[in-house]
Each structure stands twice: as structure tokens, then as C-alpha cells.
């Protein structure tokens, strides 16, 4: 955490900049069935051809603004995930330089590789999936609510009803699947090392004639991991 929260300082103006084109984003993704609405309501019911006109013209709009902030909170996630990465990786790879012997053979040289290289990758990945999968939920139902609230209060508060629902939901998943993430995670250092072995002692295997027993063993850990 402290390293994130360093990263979000060194970096405020970037992630907001990025919070703010994904609540243009999605803020024109839900207005456009609302116009929708106001056409079928107010032009095609009441044939009022100059409504159409404004309000398609008016959606043209809103749908072009909707657009260019997804294709730039895109870009700029994606530079925030790298970013943030490459300060990660940097980081724990000073920290693995002043660990001691004991503490090296403690961690094991696969789960140390796995922790500079896959897992890095792997909060970058969670890092995009914030900006692109995560943080729309929350900023939807908020939207959701408001709009929903102008429309009818007792439709907005099913829409907040709903969310509290499914945020309850997701809390329980998610405490559900840490067990099985920690096991995932055991698993991956394991096969690293199985495979670091095998490729440091490539020579030695052929020597002794001992393919078979190594593919078994290797074949086992991937089985083990998937």
C-alpha cells in the first residue's frame, strides 16, 4: 500500500485525468438511451420532426464524446498499469539485492522469479482491469441512480437497493476466492522451480538417462497448476 499510495501521489494528475474521462465515458454511454427515450417520447409519438432532428443530432454528439474518452481512458490506463509496473518491478528487485542468504533460501530462487516476473504482470493486468472493468461498475450505478432518481425516486431506489445487493455479493466472492488464489499462487512457484531444475540440469538428466521420470514430474506440476 505504500507503494501504491506513493505512485498515485507521484502521479495524481494522470489518474484523475483518467477517472474523469471514464465518467465522461460512461456518463454518455447511459445518456444516449435517455435521449433515446425523449425521441421516441416527444418526436416519433408526437411527429415532431425538428425533435428528432435536434435530439439525433444531440446523440450524434454525445455518442463521438463517448467514443474518444474510452479510446483515451484506454490509452492512459494502459500508461498507468506500465507505469506503475516498472516502478514494482524496480522495487522488489532492490529489495530481493539486500536480502540476506538465509532469507533467499527462506523464499526459494522460483517463488523470487516468479514474484519479479508473473506477478508483476499480473497487477499490471489488475491495474487495467480497474480502470476498464472494476471502477465502471461502481461509477454505472451511481450514474444509474442519479438518472433513475430524475426519472421516478422509487426507480432510483430499486437501482440502489440493486447495487447494495450486488455489492454484497461480490464481497462475499471475493473473501471466498482468496484460499484458492494463495493455492494458485503455490502452485506457479512450484512449477517455476520444477522447471528452473530441469533446465539447470538439462546435462545431468541426459547423463543418467533420466527423461522419463522428469517429464512425469514435470507433467505433474502443469497438472497440479491447471
Known amino acids: 500500500m505504500k507503494l501504491v499510495k506513493q505512485f498515485i501521489r507521484q502521479n495524481l494528475s494522470l489518474v484523475l485525468g483518467t477517472l474523469f474521462l471514464l ?25 415532431n420532426l425538428n425533435t428528432i432532428y435536434s ?7 454525445v455518442a463521438i464524446i463517448g467514443v474518444i474518452a474510452a479510446v483515451a481512458c484506454s490509452y492512459y490506463s494502459s500508461l498507468i498499469a506500465t507505469r506503475f509496473g516498472t516502478d514494482l518491478r524496480l522495487q522488489v528487485f532492490k529489495k530481493v539485492q539486500v536480502l540476506s ?3 533467499v533460501e527462506d523464499y526459494g530462487t522460483s517463488s523470487l522469479v516468479s514474484r519479479i516476473t ?4 499480473n497487477i499490471q493486468q489488475v491495474v487495467v482491469m480497474l480502470f476498464q472493468m472494476i471502477l465502471p461498475g461502481p461509477l454505472i450505478g451511481i ?3 442519479i438518472m433513475s432518481y430524475m426519472i421516478s425516486p422509487t426507480l432510483g431506489l430499486v ?4 447495487i447494495l445487493v450486488f455489492l454484497g455479493a461480490a464481497i462475499i466472492v471475493t473473501k471466498r476466492a482468496v484460499p484458492y488464489m494463495n493455492a494458485i499462487q503455490y502452485y506457479l512457484d512450484r512449477m517455476i522451480l520444477v522447471l ?11 547423463a543418467f538417462d ?6 512425469k514430474r514435470t507433467d505433474k506440476t502443469f497438472e497440479d497448476h491447471a
Open 23 to 47: 465518467l465522461i465515458q460512461l456518463t454518455a454511454t447511459l445518456y444516449i438511451p435517455y435521449l433515446v427515450a425523449h425521441i421516441v417520447d416527444d418526436g416519433i409519438l408526437a411527429n
Open 55 to 61: 435530439l439525433g443530432l444531440e446523440m450524434l454528439f
Open 101 to 103: 542468504v538465509k532469507d
Open 118 to 121: 508473473s506477478d508483476v504482470v
Open 143 to 145: 450514474v444509474c441512480v
Open 159 to 162: 437501482a440502489l437497493m440493486s
Open 196 to 206: 528452473r531444475e530441469f533446465f539447470v540440469g538439462v546435462r545431468i538428466i541426459r
Open 210 to 215: 533420466n527423461s522419463e521420470y522428469e517429464q
